[in-house]
């Protein structure tokens, strides 16, 4: 037959050659319709031959190859060749399908790893059987049974773009016995038996394994991989030679296949343990296979693997002789119909193979989304739906998410990400569980889906199941996670999002499903039989509590080791690497149980140090990651001086500064009875660092950078011992353990009492006392000392730590009242009898001041002062500072009395305000409110504006259960002093109706702004509240409110909110009456003296005072000159002084910092010289809070996790955890000569500029000093530091807003589906855009009044190719309720028009849809002047009422409408593809003044326009191509149906 292919063929195949060569046209556009035909049918044995000659790496996937009994003369060609049905036989990849289903998983040689050049055939023999020919190699037998007549198929898949003919003729020689013994070689298949010796001596264990080979078939389904990072065997040898010894991964996958069969035969209900490989039955039993022959296996102690097939008699029971079972690998083809695969119908990214069970997303590194598959099917009850992850990509954030839904994939309209569908969904994404897109359960499981590098490898499972109770339940590994929902419908479809790292799966079909976990320890048993069994002793008289021992636990990190029988964890290699260091605990911590650690060893390699913790991961089933704050569920870590909870920072400032720790010291934690955390550092508390800590936790230890090695201190004998009575007193910090207490002399027994006032903590064995919630309570924090004092004993303690946010200071004095006798009051001045207290300088008995200017001033002391109290033998008082007698305070005492210390502060507490809602009564001097009638008017503001990250807090006295709903709070711009008198008339019943000047508000878990949704699930519902809860809001220095729930900081709630702003609370519903406990932060400087600067001292007044009176005196400084540090990446080339840096290889490895310091409000910038586009993504910058002159630079910036602040694409990382999404320009799109540049404001905030212009706050709180990062990754190669320094002067800032604080479904013009509308907050990236300046003098010569325009110049837009490029904008969005998609104007220039005053303050217009209307030159001043679209204009894109005989759908009169005369009919477009056409908006002719050449330009409008005000309808032209691949011609023309329903929103120009 001739070389040649059919004529007819796929859409986008173009023929050459004489019909020899076809190509697949728009190659790097399209991936599919790429078929091509042989001309005629194929002889027997002729190969029909073709060569790849070209081949793009856009997509995956590549040639198909195979037969066809379909004529192509008439065929109605498929997308691709697996669409093929009628007969067909298709090779892709390395699996064989017919008629679109697989029929072969592995053959031959992988088509998708094949490169230009080699040849691929196809052939079909004498004996009617299948062979695929790869560069001339028969790759054997890929089915059987064809017909007689087929044709030969390719299809130019994915990569494949362009094949030639190359031959079709039979191959040179073949000898037909040789060739049928390959064949049935292939096809053959082998099992695997364990045998084993049982012998019952430890030292005399052997084994053997004996294989032989079974005539029948085997699927892969069956036996899912044990591991994916192990290559198998392709055969196994017939004996144990020294040659033919298994490697250790071979020899770890025979017994993980050989145990699973074991299992799934148990699991059969069969008690037959020797399996056989069976024929299409799979039947058990059959004669076994043994050491040395065949025979029975009964009495060998271990049973064979069945080598026939066939039915066969039950052989006995395996262990009659004491041993291990025969095993045997049960395997057999599993072909039905009803299979559960993925549906057809997919997500638009989502490539389908494998016979519809691999869905792989095309794109990866481009897109993170519209990655949806569900189930061909319904699941079943008590169904397994599993999957496995095949492939990751580390580019994105987030990854897989996996969950059920009622709707039909046949009738559904896919949605980017499955969460923002809103009906009928569950979904397990992160560790959390969302029902329709809301989070209904933030911890479900251990396991985060987000977290694949770190809490698994690729080729884990997933699995979900709904019961037949209507439970689901999700399985990960085989490890049932509970139950995750009740009352799941009964028909639900499988759903799997592809999204963010996650990039291939496919579907397990695991029917006999064992438990994985149960596997795998057998599998560890198997191969070491000493694991699990107890260790000898190695102690003749172990102590008797040994087995609850607090030991590490031997599974630890993959750089650590355990020694010392479990004592001391360390990292052999330290200063070869700084992580994966992460050692638990062997058991869970009981309550109060103390886990201390000394550091033993340091190296000075790496920045960072140990870090301590506590998780309720189980470390026998927990992967561990390479650092515990990367853990995402379960977890609280001390790290540095922060406490991070699931891998999120949720105290800053916190305790001493672990990375300043040396070797010898120790640092502990304990979880308490109450569920607090606290920390130790050399014996010496911290304070509680996290509440409602769950009771079973592990203890953790990182060793993270320097630390090398730490051990256990569980004993006394471990502990340095306790000082003797010193100067200090019987109370000075001992740098022992707090769980020392014991160890302390006998006379030196003076502490605290356990009996205490509320807010008072005593821990280190009574030793310590301290304030908790210290920044929300000033009283009740009474200390009493557990017995009376002798005479001429020193009481004397250290003060460790202090807040400077109240007035006052400590109390300190004697009391005769025993402490089980006393009633502790709030303060101890309260008490009047026999009790005398030091109050700053005033000596108080019995509550009354009897002395004043006594010889020192508690309210003066600082950080490290020491106080001490004696009665002397004559009765006399005296205290001491520092050691220093200041002489009688009073005398008279009487012989016992006990020392009491108040650690009292005299706060300026917070007021409301006289105005309120009617049914409020205030009392206490303003500072409670009571509601004493109805539900509703209860709303009270503060008494004065808040200040900066000044917190309004209450704490809720009362509740009536009789009413639903609970206490709203928010921050508002109306003053109360603007109110009137009467109550009545200027406040609404409820705080979500209060809208007459702008309102934040948190109304359970919802975040409304002037009562508009905002935000669902915020933190913890306020609904749940209830007597002594508290709950507090701040405004932040980035604009942002903040709600606090008892002390925790639940994160950014709102985001620009004003700076002139009250708090505001609403006692709405149950709650009745609540009490101010917050006070005003301290204004007076001499009020309370600055703490010293110890290094345990944090002092948050610090850093607003000295240095701003510093500076005001100080000449301008000069600017710092910047150029790159010498250490950097391994590619990097350093010129020009170290002012240029190229990177010269490779794509990463391209990290560079500079050598110095970046100053505060100095503005570094650099230029991007090259760009490489062979490469995809593009350079990221930063800050680094470190120096880097000994950084150990990784391959990517993403890669540092230790005090580093990044900027990718449009992103915002701190420690490689996204803070902002949105921010700036994608970075990815600067072109070349862009200059970008970095600056850290007086306030601590990193701001980035581009093009000279800035971006807002990307991140707060930068560290000083602080050093520019810039990663020249992928296409960026060469930078050049600016040398022309900027400064910035003036902006506060409170003005520079982050746009990343918003979230997802808050974003204008943003990724995800937005229902709420603002005008959007859009910048210009370029200083000067030529194109811009071009329409704006257009827009001059139209002599149009500057009133009708927008005065703020960031709202004027240009879409030219390079602006929208930079900026980063979608093609696309939605906008309204319910949303709508829209096109952007790409090629327009808009110029914002000036919206009337009636419509900002509605907010319908934020719900409406935007639409476009091109018009005439001559039409742009009427429209204007009457402020909206009119249907009389000149422009013929407006129209008169239509007639009947035009479109009938609009032809119509509407029922009830008004006559058709006074009805205008304006016509609108989704795209200004459409309503930028000529016919619509005709071009006038102009010149340049400027450049005196001659353009034509266009004019047209961006509406806002009212949904179901318009009808949507097919175009009026009569066009057939689509003008815009999103909107149909059916359904690009929107015509409006009533009057008011449109608003101008901006003017378009386009210039040509």
Avoid at 438 to 467: A, P
Avoid at 1022 to 1038: A, E, H, I, P, Y
Avoid at 1100 to 1123: I, K
Avoid at 1179 to 1201: E, M, Q, Y
Wanted: glycine share 10%.
């Amino acid at each position: 037959m001739a070389a040649e292919l059919h004529p007819r063929s796929g859409k986008l195949i173009g023929l050459s050659n004489s019909n020899r060569t076809a190509q697949r046209n728009q190659p790097v556009q399209e991936f599919n319709h790429g078929l091509v035909l042989s001309r005629e049918p194929l002889r027997d044995r002729d190969v029909f031959t073709v060569r790849i000659d070209k081949k793009v790496n856009s997509w995956s996937g590549s040639i198909e190859i195979g037969v066809t009994a379909l004529d192509p003369a008439a065929l109605e060609f498929p997308s691709s060749a697996t669409g093929l049905k009628g007969g067909s036989w298709i090779v892709s990849g390395c699996s064989v399908l017919k008629d679109g289903r697989s029929v072969l998983e592995e053959y031959g040689r992988d088509l998708d790893q094949l490169g230009e050049g080699d040849r691929v055939g196809i052939q079909r023999n004498g004996k009617g059987e299948l062979h695929l020919w790869v560069n001339g190699q028969d790759c054997g037998t890929a089915a059987s049974g064809l017909p007689s007549r087929l044709w030969a198929v390719v299809d130019l898949y994915g990569k494949c773009t362009q094949v030639t003919v190359v031959s079709c003729e039979p191959p040179a020689e073949i000898d037909g016995e040789d060739d049928e013994e390959v064949e049935d070689e292939l096809v053959s298949t082998q099992a695997v038996s364990i045998m084993a010796d049982a012998c019952q001596s430890q030292d005399d264990r052997a084994g053997a394994i004996v294989l032989s080979e079974a005539g029948a078939t085997t699927s892969a389904e069956e036996v899912p991989d044990a591991s994916r990072s192990h290559s198998r065997p392709d055969k196994f040898p017939n004996n144990f030679d020294p040659d033919g010894v298994l490697t250790e991964h071979q020899l770890f996958d025979v017994f993980n296949n050989a145990i699973v069969s074991l299992y799934r035969s148990e699991e059969e209900g069969g008690e037959d343990l020797g399996v056989g490989v069976g024929g299409s039955d799979s039947s058990r039993g059959g004669t076994g296979s043994s050491v040395g022959g065949r025979g029975t296996g009964s009495d060998s102690g271990i049973g064979g693997g069945g080598a026939g097939g066939g039915s066969s008699s039950n052989s006995s029971p395996a262990g009659s002789s004491g041993g291990v079972a025969g095993l045997g690998v049960a395997t057999g083809a599993m072909t039905t119909n009803d299979a559960l695969l993925f549906h057809e119908k997919c997500g638009t990214l989502i490539k389908l193979s494998n016979n519809n069970k691999t869905a792989e997303r095309r794109r990866p590194l481009d897109e993170f989304n519209n990655g949806v598959v569900m189930t061909n099917r319904p699941l079943r009850h008590n169904e397994m739906f599993e999957i496995r992850i095949d492939k990751l990509v580390d580019k994105w954030s987030g990854s897989i998410e996996i969950g059920v839904t009622t709707h039909n994939p046949n009738n559904l309209d896919y949605p980017a990400t499955m969460t923002n569908l809103r009906s009928g969904t569950i979904m397990m994404s992160g560790c959390g569980i969302l029902t329709n897109g809301k989070g209904t359960r933030r911890e479900y499981c251990e396991f985060s889906l987000d977290e694949l590098q770190v809490s698994w490898q690729e080729g884990d499972h997933i699995g979900l199941m709904r019961k037949a109770s209507g439970a689901l339940h999700f399985y990960i590994n085989g490890i049932d996670q509970g139950v995750a929902a009740n009352q799941t419908p009964g028909v639900v479809y499988g759903v799997v999002d592809l999204y963010g790292m996650a990039v291939k799966v496919t579907i397990v079909h695991n029917h006999n499903h064992s438990d994985r976990l149960r596997r795998n320890n057998a599998i560890m048993r198997a191969l070491s039989p000493d694991v699990g069994r107890p260790r000898p002793a190695l102690s003749l008289t172990p102590e008797p509590d040994v087995s609850d021992r607090l030991l590490f636990h031997s599974n630890c990190g993959q750089k650590a080791a355990i020694i010392s029988d479990g004592r001391t964890a360390l990292r052999p290699h330290a200063t070869d690497d700084f992580n994966h260091g992460v050692v638990l605990s062997n058991r869970p911590l009981h309550s109060n149980e103390v886990f201390q650690v000394r550091i033993d060893k340091m190296v000075d390699k790496w920045a960072g140090s140990i870090e301590i913790g506590v998780t309720t991961h189980n470390p026998a089933y927990l992967q561990l990651p390479s650092t515990m704050t990367n853990l995402r569920s379960g977890t609280w870590m001390m790290t540095g001086n922060g406490v991070m909870h699931n891998g999120t920072t949720i105290l800053d400032e916190y305790g001493h500064n672990l990375d300043r720790l040396k070797a010898g010291d120790t640092v502990g934690v304990v979880r308490k009875e109450d569920g607090s955390l606290h920390f130790f550092v050399n014996g010496v508390p911290q304070g509680p660092a996290a509440w409602n800590v769950p009771p079973s936790v592990y203890a953790v230890v990182d060793l993270y950078g320097q630390a090398a090695q730490a051990t256990i201190m569980d004993d006394l004998a471990d502990l340095p011992p306790l000082p003797d009575d010193s100067s200090e007193g019987p109370t000075a910090m001992s740098p022992g353990s707090p769980c020392s207490v014991s160890g302390a002399a006998a006379g030196n027994d003076l502490r605290f009492h356990q009996l205490h006032g509320t807010n008072a903590v005593i821990t280190n064995g009574g030793r310590t006392a301290l304030r908790q919630n210290c920044r929300s309570e000033f009283n009740d924090a009474i200390v009493i000392s557990n017995r009376c004092l002798r005479d001429g004993e020193l009481f004397e303690i250290v003060i460790q730590k202090m807040v400077d946010r109240w007035s006052g200071s400590i109390e300190a004095g004697v009391t005769a009242i025993r402490p089980e006798e006393l009633e502790f009051p709030n303060t101890m001045t309260d008490i009047d009898y026999d009790t005398w207290m030091l109050s700053g300088t005033a000596i108080m008995q019995d509550g009354n001041t009897m002395r004043n200017n006594y010889g020192c001033d508690l309210d003066s002391l600082t950080t490290g002062s020491r106080i001490g109290m004696m009665r002397t033998a004559s009765g006399d008082m005296h205290y001491f500072i520092n050691g220093l007698d200041q002489g009688v305070a009073c005398t008279g005492l009487p012989p016992e009395v006990f020392a009491v210390v108040d650690l009292y502060v005299t706060g300026v507490a917070h007021r409301l305000h006289s105005k309120h809602g009617k049914n409020v009564v205030l009392l206490g001097d303003g500072c409670q409110a009571l509601r004493v009638d109805g539900y509703a008017h209860g709303i009270v503001f503060s008494a004065k504006e808040l200040k900066t990250d000044e917190v309004f807090e209450v704490k809720i006295n009362k509740v009536d259960d009789r009413w639903s709903g609970s206490l709203h709070v928010g921050l508002t711009t109306l003053q109360p002093p603007e109110l009137p008198s009467c109550p009545l008339s200027g406040l609404s019943p409820s705080l979500t109706q209060l809208r007459s000047k702008v309102t934040w508000v948190l109304a359970g878990s919802e975040v409304r702004r002037n009562g508009v949704l905002q935000r669902q699930n915020y933190g913890c519902s306020l609904d749940r509240l209830t007597v002594g809860n508290r709950v507090g809001v701040k405004r932040c220095s980035d604009d942002t409110m903040h709600i606090l729930i008892d002390g925790e900081d639940m994160g950014p709630a709102a985001t620009a909110v004003a700076k002139n702003v009250y708090a505001v609370l609403d006692l709405y519903g149950k709650v009745t009456a609540v009490s101010i406990v917050s006070s005003t932060l301290a204004e007076d400087s001499e009020s309370v003296k600055a703490p010293s600067l110890s290094p345990d001292s944090c002092s948050e007044g610090e850093e607003d005072s000295t240095p701003v009176r510093e500076c005001e005196n100080e000449p301008d400084l000069v600017p710092t000159v910047m150029m790159f540090l010498e250490n950097h990446g391994k590619n990097i080339q350093l010129s020009n002084q170290n002012l240029t840096a190229a990177r010269v290889s490779s794509y990463n490895q391209g990290l560079l910092v500079t050598a110095q310091a970046l100053p505060r409000q100095q503005l570094f910038q650099f230029q991007i010289d090259r760009l490489n586009p062979s490469w995809t993504s593009s350079l990221s910058l930063g800050v680094i809070g470190h120096s880097p002159d000994r950084l150990n630079f990784p391959s990517t910036a993403c890669c540092l996790k230790r005090s580093v602040w990044l900027l990718q694409r449009d992103s915002v990382f701190h420690n490689s955890l996204k803070i902002c999404e949105n921010y700036g320009p994608n970075l990815d799109t600067c072109p070349e000569g862009t200059v970008l540049g970095l600056l850290v404001d007086s306030s601590g905030s990193l701001h980035l500029f581009v093009n000279g212009m800035d971006q807002g706050v990307a991140a707060q709180d930068i560290p000083s000093p602080c050093f520019p990062l810039i990663d020249l990754y992928g296409q960026c190669e060469q930078v050049t530091i600016v040398t022309n320094h900027v400064s910035v002067v003036g902006g506060e800032r409170g003005d520079m807003h982050c746009q990343g604080d918003m979230e997802k479904a808050d974003m204008v013009d943003g990724i995800k589906e937005s229902v709420c509308w603002t005008p959007p907050p859009e910048v210009n990236p370029n200083k000067t855009c030529e194109y811009q300046a071009l329409c704006s003098r257009f827009k001059e010569l139209l002599t149009l009044p500057d009133g009708y325009f927008n005065e703020d110049a960031k709202y004027n837009l240009c879409y030219c190719e390079s602006c929208h490029k930079l900026r980063g904008d979608e093609a696309y969005y939605k906008r309204g309720e319910p949303p709508r998609d829209y096109a952007l104007p790409f090629g327009w220039c808009r110029f914002a028009l000036r919206i009337k005053t009636h419509c900002e303050v509605s907010n319908a217009f934020k719900k409406w849809h935007i639409a476009y209307h091109g018009t005439s030159v001559g039409s742009l001043r009427r429209i204007l002047d009457h402020n909206q679209l009119l249907s009389d204009s000149s422009s013929i894109f407006s129209l008169s009422p239509v007639k009947t005989e035009g479109h009938g759908s609009y032809g119509e009169p509407e029922e009830n409408s008004a006559p058709e005369r006074e009805i205008p009919r304006v016509q609108l477009s989704p795209t200004m593809r459409y309503s930028g056409l000529e016919v619509f908006a005709p071009k006038v002719q102009f010149r340049d003044p400027r450049s005196l050449r001659c353009h034509q330009a266009q004019v047209g409008f961006q509406v806002c326009v009212r949904p179901g005000s318009y009808k949507v309808g097919p175009t009026s032209l009569g066009m057939s191509e689509p003008l815009d691949p999103r909107f149909s011609n059916a359904e690009i023309d929107w015509i409006t149906k009533e009057k008011g329903g449109t608003l101008l929103y901006g003017l378009l120009i386009r210039v040509e």
